[in-house]
């Protein structure tokens, strides 16, 4: 006997959170959410509970949460780009294995939709198999590592457990390289060649890295590749990083930092673009593109700019269906009895 309708495959695409509103309230419980995670904060928990009731959450939201504002157009973007990313991928998809269907679905690690709502949603619709690919491009255990968390957490309280595959990333992928470089080479179609490119990555704690995460190698590997796609000589780009939070020393060099430098040094234009966001965010349409802006010119140099991240081009939405499509026909083949 078989079910009326032939299985669903459902590919999620996830990213990482962001709040409901602008407002301080709900950074507040975002922010709770997110840096209650043990892959984010590895301070002893009892200690870091203390630190983040009395001295994060009592002041920070306010101040994010006008950040927050600065970026909003009408939803967050990162959650925005998410959505119109899951609809541009899903037709290219939906009938790569017909009869079976296959449906492509938002998540996020924190906030809303979150990875294990989606998941129940889909459950209760009899969605037996999926594919996971998180959007970040190179792996930490910080960002992918809690990906894997929110699902063994679900799959502990389920009792009915479905077939998964997790796409770990993807920072050496040919389309991917290739999706940057074109996206660099159309920004100075228009705008010029700067003096200096930089890829800006988010940063993670320096002892993140010494205890193993391979993340910050991989941004490297990236940021390499892309300069080679280019013919870069090795005095025209560097790699830094961004987004630094609490007091301990993070991978270095800062972007903050080297851009001060610059501008001090007499670098008059820079270009900047941040592969590890697979959407423009809070920390690439504010940080990047307005405060290290201002630092930067502030601090003498003449010409700056901020080149979008990967979000809605053709050959990113390329690289997901490259991604994913193989795990979907895989499920697929394991449906064999169907056809
Ligand atoms: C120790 C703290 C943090 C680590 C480690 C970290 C790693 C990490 N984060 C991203 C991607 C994003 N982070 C974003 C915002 C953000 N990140 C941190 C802290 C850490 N991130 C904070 C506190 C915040 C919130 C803003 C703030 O309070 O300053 C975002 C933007 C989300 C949005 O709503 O727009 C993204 C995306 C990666 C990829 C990563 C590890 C490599
Ligand atoms: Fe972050
Ligand atoms: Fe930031």
Redesign the pocket.
């Known amino acids: 006997m078989k079910p009326e309708l032939p299985p669903r495959i459902a590919v999620l695409l996830v990213?990482?959170?962001?709040?409901d509103e602008p407002t301080a309230p709900a950074?507040r419980r975002?922010?709770k959410q997110?840096?209650s995670d043990p892959r984010?904060?590895e301070i002893p928990k009892f200690l870091w509970a203390i630190i983040l009731n009395l001295f994060v959450l009592p002041s920070?939201p306010k101040r994010?949460a006008k950040?927050?504002a600065s970026i909003w157009e009408g939803d967050?973007?990162?959650r925005k780009i998410l959505k119109s990313q899951v609809e541009l991928l899903e037709p290219r998809l939906a009938n790569s294995v017909a009869p079976f269907r296959v449906s492509v679905h938002p998540a996020m690690s924190y906030g809303n939709p979150g990875l294990p709502d989606v998941m129940d949603a889909l459950r209760a619709e009899g969605v037996d198999h999926f594919v996971i690919l998180p959007l970040?491009p190179?792996y930490?255990a910080?960002?992918g590592g809690a990906v894997y968390d929110a699902l063994t957490k679900w799959t502990l309280k389920q009792r009915n457990l479905p077939n998964y595959t997790i796409v770990k990333d993807y920072f050496a992928h040919p389309l991917y390289i290739q999706a940057l470089a074109n996206s660099i080479r159309r920004f100075q179609e228009k705008h010029g060649k700067p003096e200096k490119l930089m890829f800006s990555?988010?940063?993670?704690?320096q002892p993140?890295a010494d205890k193993g995460d391979p993340?910050p190698k991989r941004c490297k590997c990236t940021a390499a590749q892309v300069a080679h796609a280019l013919g870069l000589k090795d005095d025209e780009w560097i790699i830094s990083f961004q987004?630094r939070?609490?007091k301990q020393e993070w991978v270095k060099p800062y972007t903050d930092v080297v851009l001060e430098d610059w501008g001090k040094s007499g670098v008059r234009s820079v270009q900047v673009i941040s592969p590890?966001?697979s959407?423009d965010?809070?920390?690439t349409l504010e940080e990047l593109a307005i405060e290290n802006r201002d630092n930067f010119l502030e601090a003498g140099g003449q010409e700056y700019h901020y080149i979008p991240a990967l979000n809605l081009d053709e050959t990113h939405i390329e690289l997901l269906e490259a991604l994913s499509l193989p795990l979907v026909k895989g499920w697929a083949g394991t449906l064999d009895g169907w056809v």
Do not use: D, K, M, W
Request: neutral net charge; charged residues 5%; proline residues 8%.
């Open positions: 990213n990482l959170g962001t709040p950074v975002y922010l997110f840096l984010v904060i920070r994010v950040a927050y967050s973007p990162i970040f190179q930490s910080s960002s990555f988010h940063g993670i704690p993140y993340y987004s939070f609490g590890a966001f959407a965010c809070l920390e």
